[in-house]
């Protein structure tokens, strides 16, 4: 077979795959939720079924832009999840975490100029939250991977992964405590979860960005959250719990991390915008910020 038609049924494999494994884990985490909460919950595979009934319904779009937005953002982490190595192994050869955050940014980007795009109001101020908390995690985020750049002299996320194929020791959740602790917080926030769920918010501004999506946009907007749950499980394992040999094991990392996410989500109150940037500048900064002088100074 023609090299180029291989990499293309790879990636095609790869963007449906980083998809399912998303929905799987949103339907987990509706699950595992409602446990925690007492109560029965959803069935786990019902996130695939939510997206089925969402393309088979109705579309509203209001212009060109809102069309652009939602495919450049959906676009856009797809491709972020063409570098993101899974079980040591990544199909572009070249992992880099620094093309990984450009196109994760351009990701939410494109999902603001979207909805932004609807005119709706609770829309834009859903959008405007979002963006307001970038500012909050990314820093942080950008001051942890600024400390294994120095370490390793390299942006390889495969160069990350290998290191810490010595067994559980030489994970970097030891080498990197403080910077572990200031990403798990900054994921909390990436993904949306409370306290940080300022941008949904269904109980003040009708769920924000998604208030204006329905029908195939609506489960766009699905695909997007479960591909970015894939990138940012999967960026987190290879950051910090040693990667992978195999693929369950992987996936069973990965699920780990969304797992303390959400068990957080279950019984965190949402703070207000302006305490949630604050908080996440004041714990997640001050964890990133002596991590990285740590790593500057002593090594």
Same mark, same amino acid.
């Given at each position: ?13 790869? &963007?449906? *795959? ?53 495919? /450049? ?20 050869? &070249? &992992? ?10 351009? *990701? ?27 500012? *909050? ?8 991977? /600024? ?17 810490? &194929? ?83 094991? /992987? ?49």
């Amino acid at each position: 077979m023609n090299a180029y038609a291989l990499l293309g049924i790879k990636l095609i494999g790869v &963007s449906f *795959g980083s998809m399912a494994v998303g929905l799987l884990f949103m339907g987990l985490g509706r699950k595992v939720t409602a446990r925690i909460q007492r109560r029965m919950g959803p069935p786990f595979y019902q996130s695939f079924i939510d997206v089925i009934k969402c393309f088979t319904k109705t579309s509203i779009t209001h212009n060109f832009v809102m069309d652009l937005g939602i495919i /450049m953002a959906l676009g856009g982490l797809i491709a972020t999840a063409f570098f993101i190595p899974f079980a040591n192994f990544s199909i572009l050869g &070249s &992992s880099s975490v620094v093309i990984v955050l450009y196109l994760m940014s351009i *990701g939410y980007l494109g999902m603001a100029m979207g909805v932004s795009a609807s005119g709706n109001p609770n829309a834009t101020i859903g959008i405007s939250r979002a963006l307001a908390l970038m500012m *909050g995690y990314e820093i942080p985020f950008v001051m942890v991977i /600024m400390a294994m750049l120095i370490t390793y002299n390299s942006s390889d996320l495969l160069t990350y992964a290998v290191a810490q &194929s010595n067994g559980i020791g030489s994970w970097h959740i030891w080498k990197y405590p403080l910077g572990f602790i200031a990403v798990e917080i900054a994921f909390q926030a990436m993904v949306g979860e409370a306290p940080y769920d300022h941008m949904i918010a269904p109980a003040e501004i009708a769920s924000g960005p998604m208030v204006e999506l329905s029908g195939k946009y609506l489960g766009i907007g699905f695909l997007l959250h479960a591909v970015q749950l894939y990138v940012e499980t999967g960026l987190i394992v290879n950051l910090f719990l040693g990667g992978a040999s195999s693929w369950y094991v /992987m996936l069973v990392k990965m699920f780990a991390v969304y797992f303390t996410t959400l068990s957080i989500n279950a019984v965190m109150a949402r703070y207000r915008i302006e305490q949630g940037i604050r908080h996440l500048w004041i714990w997640a900064g001050s964890f990133g910020l002596l991590q990285l002088i740590y790593t500057r100074i002593w090594g």
